[in-house]
Nanobody
Framework: QVQLVESGGGLVQAGGSLRLSCAASGRTVSSYTVGWFRQAPGKEREFVAAISWSRSGTDYADSVKGRFTISRDNAKNTVYLQMNSLKPEDTAVYYC????????????????WGQGTQVTVSS
């Protein structure tokens, strides 16, 4: 079992930055793909970014390319999502999740989920 806990969300003005963290406990996540998803009210959960266990592979949704960066520190069992140039449409609950293979970009491909952290971007 893997437990995931997100942190770092909050309220920020448009153009600002936030860094989300996903801390894992239980089994190490060093061999998992870890992804970030988000869900806005009334919308489906959507893929944001993912990173492979070896860190050689990263994947981003078109809507965040060039603004968000995913990284991981396997020694700390933590994955980060650096979010820059935030827009009001980035407002959502952000979830991290772990999958056993690469390349995983849909919610159904992930086995473990955190509880989410709220990100609100004001205009």
């Amino acid at each position: 079992q893997v437990q995931l806990v997100e942190s770092g969300g909050g309220l920020v003005q448009a153009g600002g930055s936030l860094r989300l963290s996903c801390a894992a406990s239980g089994r190490t996540v060093s061999s998992y793909t870890v992804g970030w998803f988000r869900q806005a009210p009334g919308k489906e959960r959507e893929f944001v970014a993912a990173i492979s266990w070896s860190r050689s592979g990263t994947d981003y949704a078109d809507s965040v390319k060039g603004r968000f960066t995913i990284s991981r520190d396997n020694a700390k069992n933590t994955v980060y999502l650096q979010m820059n140039s935030l827009k009001p449409e980035d407002t959502a609950v952000y979830y991290c999740a772990a999958a056993t293979f690469w390349r995983a970009t849909t919610p159904g491909q992930y086995n473990y989920w955190g509880q989410g952290t709220q990100v609100t971007v004001s205009s």
